[in-house]
């Protein structure tokens, strides 16, 4: 008796499971253009920061966009919370542990202060930086008003798994196109891994999708929860359905590859599977102005009810420059991100990020460890 057939599950590939095809055309990588527009804004790299405290404060705010990214400033963390709070990231940073969490929930219940959304937001528009802004969508509808007022470029509605349709009880909650329609600057949201929900986003007006659930280095919601999609094929899902809108609408809306990427071959490969930008976390975290102290930690880690991240340590490596554009002399690729991708793209032929993501791609598990065994024997020494 054949057995009983319920579901068919579909493969789907991380970023150490997949390659990029050369091209049969190879052109200078200085002749490649990176630019991602998100709205009316376009930034030199397509490369945003993670609205999270400890890659994120004004300093490092006015440092990235200088070097041509966006950095997204978390709304509802310690900037927002306290006059002083490179003093409650110190302790965060020193604090063992078995402690840190329940420390951090502490520190994460006080009151959101309105008046320091704004400070922080000028006192980076100030420096002449372009700036975001990031809110959970429950607090989008006080905060999106003064984010706009403040100056910032773009604001970010951001949550473990967001959608279009969202069935709750209160009277009447967050709309995308209604937000869409009473703010000025553009929308981007997320977070998204699914085809049919990142075109239903496109179609309230976003500007911006960003792709992944669970796959930060700080993140636990895989773990807790049990969802989230490989970043490839999650990239390919949304990149379908921004081609498809496109088609439809005439409306070109980027797709942002949030999380799991580690070195510049992971971002390459995002791009080349459809993504017009990623969102970098821990990679930044580890820079040395970054305001963590070499630690790194996710927006839900501090959730009161079901934590879903965690602390990691993750060092302080270099400078933020030498992370993002190099010169290096790091031969592991966890540093100039820029430049990996723009080399990539050079061997594929592809003058632009669309044009990369024409580039071909395979299924290949061995490709970090075909031909490396005397470099993985030297790691073990």
């Not at 196109?177 to 998204?192: A, R």
Request: charged letters at 20%; one cysteine or more; hydrophobic letters at 45%.
């Amino acid at each position: 008796m054949a057995a009983p057939k319920f579901r068919q599950l579909r493969p789907s590939y991380g970023f150490d499971e997949v390659a990029i095809v050369p091209g049969d055309v190879t052109i200078n990588p200085e002749q490649t253009n990176i630019e991602l527009k998100i709205g009316g804004v376009t930034l030199a790299i397509p490369i945003l920061a993670s609205a999270m405290d400890a890659v994120v404060d004004v300093k490092m705010a006015v440092l990235l966009s200088e070097l041509g990214g966006l950095p997204v400033l978390h709304l509802e963390g310690v900037q927002t919370r306290y006059d002083n709070p490179a003093d409650v990231l110190d302790e965060i940073a020193h604090t063992p542990n078995e402690n840190v969490t329940a420390l951090m929930q502490k520190i994460y219940s006080a009151p959101i202060r309105e008046n320091l959304v704004g400070d922080r937001i000028r006192a980076i528009k100030k420096a002449g930086a372009v700036c975001g802004a990031a809110a959970m969508p429950a607090n989008t509808k006080r905060l999106a008003p003064m984010v706009v007022e403040a100056g910032a470029d773009v604001l970010v509605v951001q949550s473990t798994i967001t959608t279009a349709r969202h069935i709750s009880r209160s009277y009447r909650g967050l709309i995308f196109s209604e937000l869409c329609e009473q703010i000025s600057i553009p929308v981007v949201v997320g977070s998204c891994a699914s085809y049919n929900a990142c075109l239903e986003l496109m179609e309230t007006g976003v500007s911006g999708i960003l792709v992944g659930v669970g796959p930060g280095a700080a993140c636990t919601s895989r773990e807790v929860l049990g969802i989230g999609v490989p970043q490839i094929t999650a990239t390919l899902d949304c990149a379908a359905a921004r081609d498809h809108y496109f088609k439809e609408s005439g409306r070109y809306v980027p797709v942002i590859t949030d999380g799991g990427l580690k070195k510049g071959g992971d971002v390459c490969k995002a791009i080349a599977a459809g993504a017009d930008g990623v969102m970098l976390g821990s990679v930044l975290a580890q820079a040395k102005e970054a305001p963590g102290h070499g630690y790194h930690w996710g927006m839900s880690t501090p959730n009161p009810v079901l934590p879903r991240g965690t602390r990691i340590k993750v060092g302080t490596k270099a400078s933020l420059k030498q992370i993002l554009m190099g010169p290096t002399s790091v031969t592991d690729g966890t540093e100039n991100f820029v430049g990996a991708l723009k080399t990539a793209m050079g061997f594929c032929g592809a003058a632009t990020i669309r044009e990369m993501h024409k580039a071909e791609m395979v299924v290949a598990p061995s490709i970090t460890t075909e031909g490396k065994s005397w470099q993985l024997a030297g790691l073990r020494a």
